[in-house]
């Protein structure tokens, strides 16, 4: 004998989506030049920041040595002018123009300490890279990719709602998400985290995204997967062992204990299964009560309107 033990239900929707990472780039030089050192192999883990590549600035540099030097003398220059003004000694023309020419070195300096900069391939964001290709001694020109840099996680789960399933749906919602991983299923539990503010005219879906909150996950990011979350209203149900459920040509029905004396007679009460919890099936509220006492298991020997004493275990 078992206890209806009321719940609420929401039916299920199965989505194909795309696991992507939460940051991934294209590390490629910004300008061209030789390569004088690379600093990290394939695979590796890098801080960002890290230096990853070093191209030939010989030349930068010593212009950044060239505009420092310049840049000195017109400070010089302009602290001299500035003292000659507090005795009368130069025009305000000359202050003026020591002004400048020290603002133009010093611009100028910013300038190519940027190009210097430029020369060294640094890593964006904390991540792992990829295959490396390139080597020391190598010529590449701008825009030449060297390597990829990802952060493997948290990883992103990328799916998109259909505009006649996507009632109920809001961020926070929990979803599941299976996948193949080396022939082998692997699933996982995950988060919506952002829902598209319009739908796509082409699709009527709209465009979601979500997280996986389950670090042990063996997931890789450009991996296929399958969706599955709750929508809809919530609906009023039942819990019932899923072994108190009966089949027949009509439908799946359990047995209802209704009080007859000192004993119970049993009447057939038809049920839709919504779905499982566990062992439990998830049934209609159709023609039954929270706190009704059913059939638990073995009713395909019984028969409707047999009288039946409980076994009190």
Known sequence: MATLLPTAWRATLQLTATIAAQQSADIAAERPGRVVAVRFSS?????????????????????????????????NTLARAEKLM????????????AQADAAED????????????????????????????????????????????????????????PQTQAAGISTGESFTIAAASGGAPVAASGKIT?????????????????????TAASFLPGMAGTVTLATGTPQPA????????????????????????????????????LGRQGDDA?????GLQAGERIVSIGGFKLTDGASVTPDPK
């Open 194 to 214: 952002a829902l598209s503010p319009a739908l796509d005219a082409a699709t009527d879906a709209r465009d979601a995204e979500g997280v996986i909150t389950d």
């Open 238 to 273: 039942f819990l019932a062992p899923a072994t108190a459920l009966n089949d027949s040509v009509l439908g799946q029905y359990v047995f209802a204990l209704q009080p007859a004396g000192g004993a119970f007679s049993l009447q057939t009460v038809y049920v839709t299964e």
């Open 106 to 161: 010093e611009a100028q300096l910013k300038y190519d300490s940027a190009a210097v900069a430029q020369l060294n391939i640094t890593a964006p964001f904390a991540g792992t890279l990829g295959i490396r290709k390139i080597s020391a001694g190598d010529y590449v020109s701008a825009g030449q990719v060297v390597a990829s840099l990802t952060q493997p996680t948290p990883l992103r789960v990328l799916f998109s709602l």
């Open 43 to 75: 695979g590796q883990t890098v801080p960002a920041g890290a230096l990853l590549v070093q191209l030939d600035d010989t030349a930068e540099a010593a212009q950044v040595e060239l505009d420092t030097a310049k840049l000195a003398e017109a400070r």
């Open 86 to 97: 507090t005795i009368a000694g130069a025009s305000q023309a000359d202050l003026e123009a």
């Open 282 to 286: 998830v049934i209609s509220t159709a």
